[in-house]
């Protein structure tokens, strides 16, 4: 069993920066893909980026060239460096970890089977 635990929200205006941590637990996280949803109110949950076990990421168009997710094997934890955000970033975020041996970059919020409980993020105009 995987245990996701986000840190990092909070309130930031219109132009700000924030990173978001997700520590894992277990001996497998460097051989799991880990992604970043969020889920803003009355909407679906959608993805935002993924990082594979080589460090290969992909992204949604909405956050394309202002986030940056990365991830630190020795301290089982992955990130996401959230700059020039937008009214339209708020959201609760939310960590995800594919099972270990599950290959493939996706964002398909179904292809993954840990999830952790979410750190809010408002950006504010």
């Known amino acids: 069993q995987v245990q996701l635990v986000e840190s990092g929200g909070g309130l930031v205006q219109t132009g700000g920066s924030l990173r978001l941590s997700c520590a894992a637990s277990?001996?497998?996280?460097?051989?799991?893909?880990m992604g970043w949803f969020r889920q803003a109110p009355g909407k679906e949950r959608e993805f935002v980026a993924t990082?594979?076990?080589?460090?290969?990421?992909y992204y949604a168009d909405s956050v394309k060239g202002r986030f940056t997710i990365s991830r630190d094997n020795a301290k089982n934890t992955v990130y996401l460096q959230m700059n020039s955000l937008k009214p339209e970033d708020t959201a609760v975020y939310y960590c995800?970890?594919?099972?270990?041996?599950?290959?493939?970059?996706?964002?398909?919020?179904?292809?993954?089977?840990?999830w952790g409980q979410g750190t809010q993020v408002t950006v504010s105009s």
């Open positions: 277990g001996r497998t996280f460097s051989s799991s893909v």
């Open positions: 995800a970890a594919r099972r270990s041996g599950s290959y493939g970059l996706t964002g398909s919020p179904s292809e993954y089977d840990y």
């Open positions: 990082i594979n076990q080589n460090s290969n990421t």
